[in-house]
């Protein structure tokens, strides 16, 4: 339950990474409802059983096994919770030091902690116990976040390989909505997780099941419930994989008082979480005087809405600083907008807030979107209030018709929707950042939730186009000017990467770029045009000598016409640089089109004794088309490369992969000149 950078807090109920710990069943039904009772340096039964349990065998590079995770969850009839973590873990590696080695629990005004306790059991059988009182508390608060959340981190004595640790803590809060999930899958394997519910009389649940097999509870009597599953494995990191987050099971529980009061705080549709969610920001859209004269001066002499909404929106993506500030509930509710105006900073939430309110002053109508920023984790048939991001949905007007506003999307209740993100700042109206695309997102409007897809934008939106004019010398020396442009996505990433540098420092990233492709060559010019221009192309100029770019045997030149710029290279190595079969999807940033068209001024005298073949290829998800030409003295290279769509499923990775291995093969390609007169 980590937050992202831009979060609506989540109630924490652990942040360390194990999805979960536990016992052995009989052990553990029988305590589960006890206070503990142990001596301070004793392991207690069910961490015994567990250290003690035959294990299958794992793979050599699992750092650790998690041995037991168990939630045991009452809810009591007035709404409050108490829940009781226990697990323990096998490591197995020294690595597993690093994210096995301790737990961290969270707390604040709404969650406590009654109870914390964490062991080690040695591979000698000893057994070491530390408290609460061995705990050290710390606050999330860094340079963008401050949060009313604080930890207790307790790491385990002697955590080396070949000891078992485990841990029992208790939270006891009460929830703003009744609802919970909980993760039984992590990077390591999984032998045992147990979930125990425990609801008053009268209250019901729905359980839903993602990325596992559903499985059925065992009644345990009096509204007792639990849920199982054993043999969990681990979730191993592949590159280019989708969100961790997006691949484990979990199961989402939701909770139905009897008490009419109570069950206001259950949402059981999408519709439900959007009047959660309205019901908290509707009232911090308030207008004061001193919004609508911003407003009114932001919009001075403009009749066309599209321009209206330019100033509105750089106003609050530009001028109102990423800052957030979440104590209690305001980890959902943001702000008021004119406290927002007068700080001139705020979060996410903050700044949709205060852009819903100017564009309404405009005469523009918007709406608040809840939306998480990696991808597949809302899930359509699962509502939920745990998103971590808010944008903002501009309904667009009849007239308006703007070829340049790309992420819009037809609701066939609330209209033409164009979606836009105040947060990121380098991404201009009518885009949409990568990780918002082709994914889910909440439209909060006065009738309840809108739950809609969102774009993805077509590959000529995110475009690169890379041209060049080089001069080869007799010897193989490559001298020229290049000049990129960069619309969209592309633009936006690079704008990021150069605005972070010193002006002074911008041409070594240039001089990366080339590191990658040329063994020696000389930066002789760079410069960049728009940089600070979000809503124009950006422009990168830059001019080199690579000598001995060719390589000459006699009267031969063999040169290589993809001078610079890769197609996923990497991405063909990764699939073939191991034994082990992918598990997982691959995952791209976005739809895009990349050209590249260089023109060689060849040496006087030589002409072409073979070029490559001109190559078109394609998958389900990609595009490659390159041709090579002389004429009139000069070598003539294009080639075009473009991404369909952005996630590839298992079964579609072979033939991605023969894909990338023939746009390889192209880029190894030469040409090959002869010196035909002296």
């Given at each position: 339950m980590m937050l992202s950078w831009c979060s609506k807090k989540r109630p924490r109920t652990r942040t360390f990474p194990w999805a979960a710990l536990l016992a052995s069943v009989a052990v553990s039904l029988a305590l589960s409802w006890a206070?503990?009772?142990?001596?301070?340096?004793?392991?207690?039964?069910?961490?015994?059983?567990a250290a003690h349990e035959n294990l299958p065998s794992y793979d050599k590079d699992a750092v650790a096994v998690i041995l037991l995770d168990e939630t045991q969850m009452t809810v009591r009839d007035n709404g409050d919770i108490e829940t009781?973590?226990?697990?323990?873990?096998?490591?197995?590696?020294?690595?597993?030091?690093?994210?096995?080695?301790?737990?961290?629990?969270?707390?604040?005004?709404?969650?406590?902690?009654?109870?914390?306790?964490?062991?080690?059991?040695?591979?000698?059988?000893?057994?070491?116990?530390?408290?609460?009182?061995?705990?050290?508390?710390?606050?999330?608060?860094?340079?963008?976040?401050?949060?009313?959340?604080?930890?207790?981190?307790?790491?385990?004595?002697?955590?080396?390989?070949?000891?078992?640790?485990?841990?029992?803590?208790?939270?006891?809060?009460?929830?703003?909505?009744?609802?919970?999930?909980?993760?039984?899958?992590?990077?390591?394997?999984?032998?045992?997780?147990?979930?125990?519910?425990?609801?008053?009389?009268?209250?019901?649940?729905?359980?839903?099941?993602?990325?596992?097999?559903?499985?059925?509870?065992?009644?345990?009597?009096?509204?007792?419930?639990?849920?199982?599953?054993?043999?969990?494995?681990?979730?191993?990191?592949?590159?280019?994989?989708?969100?961790?987050?997006?691949?484990?099971?979990?199961?989402?529980?939701?909770?139905?008082?009897?008490?009419?009061?109570?069950?206001?705080?259950?949402?059981?549709?999408?519709?439900?979480?959007?009047?959660?969610?309205?019901?908290?920001?509707?009232?911090?859209?308030?207008?004061?005087?001193?919004?609508?004269?911003?407003?009114?001066?932001?919009?001075?002499?403009?009749?066309?809405?599209?321009?209206?909404?330019?100033?509105?929106?750089?106003?609050?993506?530009?001028?109102?600083?990423?800052?957030?500030?979440?104590?209690?509930?305001?980890?959902?509710?943001?702000?008021?907008?004119?406290?927002?105006?007068?700080?001139?900073?705020?979060?996410?939430?903050?700044?949709?807030?205060?852009?819903?309110?100017?564009?309404?002053?405009?005469?523009?109508?918007?709406?608040?979107?809840?939306?998480?920023?990696?991808?597949?984790?809302?899930?359509?048939?699962?509502?939920?209030?745990?998103?971590n991001h808010s944008i903002i949905a501009i309904r667009l007007p009849d007239s308006v018709n703007d070829p340049t506003l790309y992420a819009v999307v037809n609701e066939p209740q609330l209209g033409r929707l164009l979606f836009f993100d105040?947060?990121?700042?380098?991404?201009?109206?009518?885009?949409?950042?990568?990780?918002?695309?082709?994914?889910?997102?909440?439209?909060?409007?006065?009738?309840?939730?809108?739950?809609?897809?969102?774009?993805?934008?077509?590959?000529?939106?995110?475009?690169?186009?890379?041209?060049?004019?080089?001069?080869?010398?007799?010897?193989?020396?490559?001298?020229?000017?290049?000049?990129?442009?960069?619309?969209?996505?592309?633009?936006?990433?690079?704008?990021?990467?150069?605005?972070?540098?010193?002006?002074?420092?911008?041409?070594?990233?240039?001089?990366?770029?080339?590191?990658?492709?040329?063994?020696?060559?000389?930066?002789?010019?760079?410069?960049?045009?728009?940089?600070?221009?979000?809503?124009?192309?950006?422009?990168?100029?830059?001019?080199?000598?690579?000598?001995?770019?060719?390589?000459?045997?006699?009267?031969?030149?063999?040169?290589?016409?993809?001078?610079?710029?890769?197609?996923?290279?990497?991405?063909?190595?990764?699939?073939?640089?191991?034994?082990?079969?992918?598990?997982?999807?691959?995952?791209?940033?976005?739809?895009?089109?990349?050209?590249?068209?260089?023109?060689?001024?060849?040496?006087?005298?030589?002409?072409?004794?073979?070029?490559?073949?001109?190559?078109?290829?394609?998958?389900?998800?990609?595009?490659?088309?390159?041709?090579?030409?002389?004429?009139?003295?000069?070598?003539?290279?294009?080639?075009?490369?473009?991404?369909?769509?952005?996630?590839?499923?298992?079964?579609?990775?072979?033939?991605?992969?023969?894909?990338?291995?023939?746009?390889?093969?192209?880029?190894?390609?030469?040409?090959?000149?002869?010196?035909?007169?002296?």
């Amino acid at each position: 339950m980590m937050l992202s950078w831009c979060s609506k807090k989540r109630p924490r109920t652990r942040t360390f990474p194990w999805a979960a710990l536990l016992a052995s069943v009989a052990v553990s039904l029988a305590l589960s409802w006890a206070p503990p009772a142990i001596a301070a340096d004793t392991a207690p039964d069910w961490l015994r059983a567990a250290a003690h349990e035959n294990l299958p065998s794992y793979d050599k590079d699992a750092v650790a096994v998690i041995l037991l995770d168990e939630t045991q969850m009452t809810v009591r009839d007035n709404g409050d919770i108490e829940t009781r973590h226990r697990g323990a873990a096998r490591l197995l590696r020294p690595e597993a030091r690093e994210h096995y080695g301790g737990i961290d629990v969270d707390f604040d005004r709404d969650t406590k902690i009654s109870y914390l306790k964490a062991w080690t059991i040695t591979a000698q059988g000893r057994e070491v116990a530390v408290g609460e009182k061995d705990a050290v508390e710390h606050g999330y608060v860094d340079e963008l976040i401050y949060e009313d959340v604080r930890v207790k981190a307790l790491r385990f004595p002697e955590a080396n390989p070949g000891n078992v640790v485990g841990f029992e803590y208790v939270q006891r809060h009460r929830p703003y909505v009744f609802e919970d999930d909980w993760w039984f899958q992590d990077e390591v394997p999984v032998r045992t997780a147990r979930f125990i519910l425990q609801l008053p009389a009268g209250w019901e649940y729905t359980a839903d099941w993602f990325n596992h097999a559903e499985q059925q509870p065992q009644s345990l009597g009096a509204n007792q419930y639990v849920w199982e599953v054993r043999d969990v494995p681990g979730i191993e990191r592949e590159p280019e994989m989708p969100g961790w987050k997006s691949l484990a099971g979990w199961m989402g529980l939701k909770f139905f008082p009897r008490d009419p009061v109570l069950r206001a705080k259950a949402t059981g549709s999408w519709k439900d979480v959007g009047l959660w969610y309205e019901g908290l920001h509707a009232p911090r859209r308030v207008a004061t005087p001193e919004i609508k004269a911003k407003v009114a001066e932001l919009t001075a002499g403009m009749s066309n809405p599209v321009q209206k909404m330019r100033a509105l929106t750089q106003y609050a993506q530009r001028q109102i600083r990423y800052f957030a500030i979440e104590v209690g509930i305001g980890g959902w509710q943001p702000h008021y907008a004119a406290e927002v105006f007068a700080h001139q900073y705020g979060d996410c939430k903050d700044k949709v807030t205060l852009l819903v309110t100017m564009l309404h002053e405009a005469g523009i109508e918007s709406y608040d979107v809840s939306i998480d920023d990696h991808r597949g984790m809302m899930q359509a048939g699962y509502p939920s209030i745990y998103m971590n991001h808010s944008i903002i949905a501009i309904r667009l007007p009849d007239s308006v018709n703007d070829p340049t506003l790309y992420a819009v999307v037809n609701e066939p209740q609330l209209g033409r929707l164009l979606f836009f993100d105040p947060t990121n700042e380098y991404v201009p109206l009518g885009y949409l950042p990568s990780y918002l695309q082709a994914s889910y997102a909440l439209v909060l409007a006065p009738d309840g939730g809108h739950f809609v897809s969102t774009p993805l934008l077509p590959p000529a939106v995110n475009r690169m186009l890379r041209t060049a004019t080089f001069t080869l010398t007799p010897t193989g020396d490559l001298s020229g000017e290049m000049q990129e442009i960069r619309w969209g996505g592309p633009a936006a990433q690079d704008r990021q990467i150069f605005l972070k540098e010193q002006p002074s420092r911008r041409a070594e990233v240039f001089e990366r770029f080339l590191q990658g492709f040329l063994p020696n060559f000389t930066l002789t010019s760079a410069s960049l045009g728009n940089l600070e221009k979000y809503d124009d192309v950006l422009t990168l100029h830059y001019g080199f000598t690579s000598p001995g770019y060719a390589k000459a045997a006699g009267d031969m030149l063999v040169v290589s016409p993809r001078v610079v710029g890769d197609k996923y290279t990497y991405l063909l190595n990764l699939l073939t640089a191991t034994n082990k079969p992918r598990k997982y999807p691959i995952e791209f940033t976005e739809a895009s089109r990349q050209d590249d068209v260089f023109d060689i001024a060849l040496p006087a005298g030589y002409v072409p004794d073979g070029l490559p073949e001109p190559v078109k290829v394609e998958c389900s998800y990609a595009t490659y088309r390159s041709e090579t030409k002389v004429a009139d003295g000069v070598l003539h290279y294009k080639r075009t490369f473009e991404v369909k769509d952005v996630l590839v499923p298992t079964e579609k990775l072979p033939e991605v992969q023969r894909f990338l291995e023939q746009v390889a093969a192209d880029q190894r390609s030469a040409a090959v000149l002869r010196r035909a007169s002296p």
